[in-house]
């Protein structure tokens, strides 16, 4: 595929392939490590919808400008400052981010032309959600996955209810609650991505896409999109990383075998531990903010059953609720703005918590949610 400029927030182009055409998406800010504001999710969305009627694009490559990442989430800053614009709500561009968001993130989920996420380098948050929804999501050897909103005072979104909720046994949990780092082979055993591909191969598969004659019918390309990518994945068999989630199972079902949800956060900070997957794991939640621990575990629970549209209805309720309350801005200040890593959080201990404060983040905030018509 030609050389694009990266001058745009998100580049778009239509490349003509042996038959049909592939729409290429690139987020290119660079500097900020590809991470979404609400523009380009505007701009995502606009795209999506139009190509999902145009016959002539068979199907989507989406990917990161640059070798660091993919993305790295949202522009939590920006949401800060709404936040603090506006404290306790309405938080106008933060709530407007978040519903577009995840409508946007429902959209990915849902559209029937094959979408191939190439997602090289660092994945968080935002970033985690667009390549969770696509069809074929393709991890390298520098990928790194985590889902540290534990830390700030928000929680695994962007459809992070759905997939972490389906993640083997109780792996999905401990990631939410811990923060833990993951890689490319850890994302394809909880189900986040489905193939490792080294990634000196990207412009061969892309290549390869390219020489697809493409049918106007959603299942076979689908069908070329695996055919494609498959050899590509078994040629990278021995170049992929050892998983970490897999190896730590065990461990990880004992430490969330708890009576409740005070004794399992009780249970993974008391860990005397050399492993250092499992001490970064105990130190992410020990530094994070309890109440977010709190939330996190009960969003993962009312969800366990949702289907998707519920789960994003669900998910902009907590967030609309999380973004109007102090330790959110608490926890990006410490971390993101001063800097100091010394969150003044409300509660020193999961168990100081009162109820009544945790049940008000699962009541609705407005008449009707804004992402209600997803069905």
Not at 21 to 49: F, H, W, Y
Request: net charge negative; charged share 20%.
């Amino acid at each position: 595929m030609e050389e694009l400029l990266m001058s745009e927030p998100i580049i778009f182009a239509e490349v003509p392939a042996a038959g049909g055409s592939i729409g290429r998406i690139t987020l290119s800010i660079e500097a900020t490590l590809n991470s979404l504001t609400l523009e380009m999710v505007d701009l995502l969305q606009e795209k999506l919808d139009a190509w999902a009627g145009d016959d002539g694009i068979a199907a989507v490559f989406i990917e990161g400008a640059g070798e660091k990442a993919f993305c790295a989430g949202g522009d939590v800053q920006a949401l800060y400052r709404s936040a603090i614009e506006q404290p306790g709500g309405p938080c106008d561009y933060a709530e407007a981010f978040f519903a577009r968001e995840y409508r946007m993130n429902f959209t990915l989920h849902t559209y029937a032309k094959p979408i191939v996420c190439w997602g090289h380098g660092i994945v968080m948050g935002g970033g985690l959600g667009v390549m969770a929804g696509c069809s074929h999501r393709v991890v390298t050897e520098r990928t790194r996955i985590a889902m540290p909103e534990v830390t700030i005072a928000l929680f695994p979104d962007v459809g992070g209810s759905w997939f972490l909720n389906h993640s083997p046994g109780k792996t999905g949990e401990f990631l939410a609650l811990t923060g833990a780092s993951i890689n490319a082979a850890d994302a394809i055993y909880i189900g986040i991505a489905d193939r490792f591909i080294s990634s000196e191969h990207k412009q061969a598969v892309l290549d390869g896409l390219l020489a697809q004659n493409w049918s106007v019918e959603s299942e076979k390309n689908h069908a070329r999109v695996r055919h494609v990518l498959r050899p590509f994945a078994e040629r990278s068999l021995s170049a992929s990383p050892a998983g970490q989630v897999e190896p730590h199972a065990a461990t990880i079902a004992q430490l969330l075998d708890g009576d409740d949800v005070h004794d399992i956060i009780d249970k993974i900070i008391a860990q005397e531990t050399d492993d250092p997957w499992l001490s970064k794991a105990r130190d992410g939640l020990a530094h994070g903010s309890r109440l977010a621990a709190l939330w996190i575990h009960r969003q993962l629970w009312e969800t366990r059953h949702s289907g998707l549209a519920q789960v994003f209805q669900q998910e902009i309720q907590l967030a609309t609720n999380i973004i109007r309350h102090p330790e959110f801005t608490e926890g990006v200040r410490a971390l993101l703005i001063d800097k100091d890593r010394n969150p003044a959080w409300l509660y020193p201990t999961s168990r100081e918590v009162p109820q009544a404060v945790l049940d008000g983040f699962f009541e609705p905030p407005w008449d009707e949610n804004p992402l209600a018509d997803l069905g």
